[in-house]
């Protein structure tokens, strides 16, 4: 029979396995080359982490191969002990160099864990740039809506869906939260990824470095719209940032609770969207929800709670004070409730007059005699 080799050239077969490898060269690996400070760190987490996994990784793989060829059937002079179990040097190797590893990489992890903390402040723009004492974080209140996101600029009084600007070497301070569901704040050029909740804030602090268009997502699954919930983030010069502050500014449309209600609808693939003017009370509201009139804010139904649940005692001291009693301080009558079930009855309970007697023992008849429950007998008496 005639064996069928292939035709094809060295250098084609070359192509053909490089192909894979020159699809992925075409992708935009943004995560390992961020435009931010605070993503120029964790990208080098990931590479020292990386590095350090692979000082086992790598020996265990070359090792195995190298056993499968030396102790292969088919050579004979490889040394034959079916015999060994110990040896000192190989499990002081074995053991020591993985340790260390895990050492080193729980120091990094650990300091890395405080540094790169999203609620702790930045302390740098980037390496050997510190933060002048005067520069003023800007602040950003984000709201995850279905299926978009909310940008509230307080310090000027603007917002914006699914459209985000930022001047360069400006600290960034964001406040997220979110309308329904959870989702997840991410711009890989930018930080890392955020939870956004509903009726919780979260903080992010992060820094942009380089001017330039860059992709923002949310990178938590939220329902039907959550492909289509991108937005985009300009790092601009600070010229550019008054100037975008501007025009967004001279836009007519002006975002209050009203206006929120609609836009909290569920909706998918919305344009970016400016208002020039905003409800400053809007981002608390909605992190409290209590946007729709009428309701009652999360943090003042704490405050009730936190003050004994409402009522006289919400706001009558105890003893002088300035302590409302709690729900646990009342007593009965005053919650409309019946009195103790513990409390002993009027007539004295069963056994009262016979302490030490067999009957008081039986703890069923202190509730309800056995005869008359239905299906039941009475227990046979010792």
Known sequence: MMSHRSTASPRRRLSLAALPLLLLGGCNAVVMNPAGDVAVQQRDLILVSTGLMLLIIVPVIALTGLFAWRYRQSNTEAKYEPDWDHSTQLEL?????????????????WVSTHVLDPYRPIERLAPGRTIAKNVRPLQVQVV???????FIYPEYGIATVNQLAAPVDRPIEFRLTSSTVMNAFYIPSLAGMIYAMPGMETKLHAVINKPGEYEGMSSNYSGAGFSGMHFRFHGLSDAAF???????????????RADYL?????TENVKPMQFGSVDPTLYKAALNMCVRPGSTCMDQMMMI???????????????GMGHAEGALEKQPEEKGA???WSKPREAPAPGA???????????TLNRMPPA?????????RA
């Open 93 to 109: 190797v074995i053991w020591a160099i993985p340790l260390l590893i895990i050492i080193v990489l729980g120091a990094v992890t």
């Open 144 to 150: 995850a809506l279905d299926w978009k996101w909310l």
């Open 242 to 256: 008054a100037k975008w502050v501007s025009d967004v500014k001279a836009k007519p449309a002006a975002l209050d």
């Open 262 to 266: 609609l836009l909290e609808k569920p």
């Open 305 to 319: 709670d936190a003050r004994g649940g409402g009522g006289k005692h919400s706001a009558e001291p105890r003893n």
């Open 338 to 340: 019946p009195g103790h």
């Open 353 to 363: 007059k016979k302490p030490g007697a067999q009957e008081n023992r039986d703890l």
């Open 372 to 380: 008359a429950l239905p299906g039941t007998r009475q227990p046979a």
